[in-house]
């Protein structure tokens, strides 16, 4: 494969190109705003209750080990979801809550006790010490949580194609069916510089959300 | 659903595929330990420093690149079958080792090497006896990221005739076969989940005592 051969798939298709990115940005959107809604509130109350958090913890760490193949097959086969979006968007769902509760906890568990006792002796309420203390403070820890959250979510939904979305991936899929090299390594290149780009950009983000005092050197 | 079919994917295909599975995570795993430990020891002596930073970048960015892309990528430079597909998984799950054999050696507190330097060992003794004892957990815990990640990846391995139960899923979608679906997905998950849980037996086995959990 040459250059060339790249450059016009490129432009005979752009019209399908961006299709499918479209339909693969709404799929990870839609996943990762679902999550985020879900998961964050649940990282949060699971801070309440060593028991419950080490309980949902290990369920997260199960469900996060089943390969997203199977994953999706296996949800296809249940007649409620079946091939298509709805199976898509919970497979990606139900991948994002280690990550996202897994961090969140974290976030916040990290939060220098006494800090939370100096807010409480000032007359703090849980409520505001939640918003005021709890999450800024846990913020680089909870952010990098989403961060792989996006990366991932981007990877997986790829995979998606198999059960019937036609995204990006879709162009790994058919390249390979009709042996069409040029297709399969464009499709590849597209989603592994959008996955590489949005790991970029969030870790920029990562840095500049980080409190001062609390920056970490990598 | 039939049980005809159930069974003939579990007691004819499934063995086979399961067989081939196991094949490319093994190798792919011992492959990957071998590489990784001796790098990340070497990262992690103070000379290589700066050296050990652009590694980790470079196998960041490899990581972030997603599996079925990966995969994709390796068709056309490696052509098909097992090999490539355990050439290609062997560049992703190269990171979280890496990561953590120099997590896990850094984190070995200095008054401890101290000690030990005190007592008269040398660099060599002291990383085989003090560093590497201390660190097996993390590395283990970084061994155990990329044992669950091959077995995933694994399974799109069959795109590029790798085998495996890849195959059985591919196979299922195409006919629109649950007992297929079911009996591929299910014996991927468990073996996902029953490595996951092997390994973090033993990271808990292995921490020496005084070190206890964190």
């Known amino acids: 494969m040459t250059l060339s051969d790249f450059t016009s798939f490129l ?77 898509a968007l919970l497979a990606l769902v139900l991948y994002a809550m280690m990550p996202l509760i897994r961090s969140v906890y974290d976030g916040v568990k990290n939060v220098d006790r006494n800090v939370i006792e100096a807010a409480r002796g000032m007359g703090m309420g849980t409520r505001r010490i939640l918003i005021e203390i709890l999450v800024p403070l846990g913020m680089p820890i909870i952010f990098a949580g989403f961060r792989i959250t996006v990366v991932m979510t981007t990877g997986i939904a790829a995979i998606a194609t198999y059960i019937g979305e036609r995204n990006l991936g879709r162009f790994i899929q058919e390249g390979l069916i009709r042996s069409n090299t040029p297709m399969m390594v464009t499709g590849a290149l597209i989603i592994s510089v959008i996955a590489i780009g949005l790991d970029t950009i969030l870790g920029l983000v990562e840095k500049r959300i980080v409190p001062k005092g609390l920056r970490i050197s990598r | 659903m039939k049980w005809e079919n159930f069974r003939f994917a579990l007691f004819e295909k499934a063995p086979e595929a399961l067989w081939e599975h196991s094949l490319i995570v093994v190798i792919t795993i011992t492959l990957a330990i071998l590489i990784s430990v001796p790098l990340g020891i070497f990262l992690s002596r103070p000379k290589f420093k700066k050296f050990g ?55 070995v507190s200095s008054d401890v090497k ?70 591929g997905a299910g014996l991927g998950a468990l073996m996902a989940i029953f490595l996951d849980r092997m390994i973090n037996y033993l990271e808990h086995r292995i921490t020496p005592p005084g070190m206890g959990a964190e």
């Open chain 2, 53 to 107: 930073l652009v590694t980790l970048n470079i196998l960041n960015l490899l990581q972030a690149v997603p599996g079925i892309a990966v995969i994709a990528l390796a068709l056309p430079i490696l052509g098909l079958g097992m090999k490539p597909a355990i050439v290609a998984l062997l560049f992703q799950s190269l990171l979280p080792i890496v990561r953590n054999t120099i997590a896990g050696l850094l984190g």
């Open chain 2, 114 to 183: 101290e000690a030990a330097s005190g007592m008269g060992m040398s660099q060599r003794r002291i990383l085989l006896e003090v560093e590497l004892p201390l660190a097996v957990p993390i590395i283990l815990s970084g061994i155990r990221t990329a044992t669950v990640y091959v077995v995933s990846i694994g399974t799109l391995a069959s795109l590029i005739g790798a085998g495996g139960l890849g195959n059985l899923i591919m196979g299922g979608l195409a006919l629109f076969r649950p007992e297929y679906l079911l009996v």
């Open chain 1, 11 to 87: 432009m005979k298709n752009s019209k399908t190109i961006m299709e499918y990115s479209e339909n693969h940005f709404t799929l990870v959107l839609l996943a990762v705003g679902i999550s985020l809604a879900i998961w964050v509130p649940v990282g949060l109350l699971l801070t309440k209750s060593d028991k419950w958090a080490a309980r949902v913890l290990a369920l997260a760490n199960t469900i996060f080990c089943i390969p997203s193949l199977s994953m999706f097959a296996i949800l296809v086969t249940i007649p409620m979801f079946g091939l298509g979006r709805k199976s």
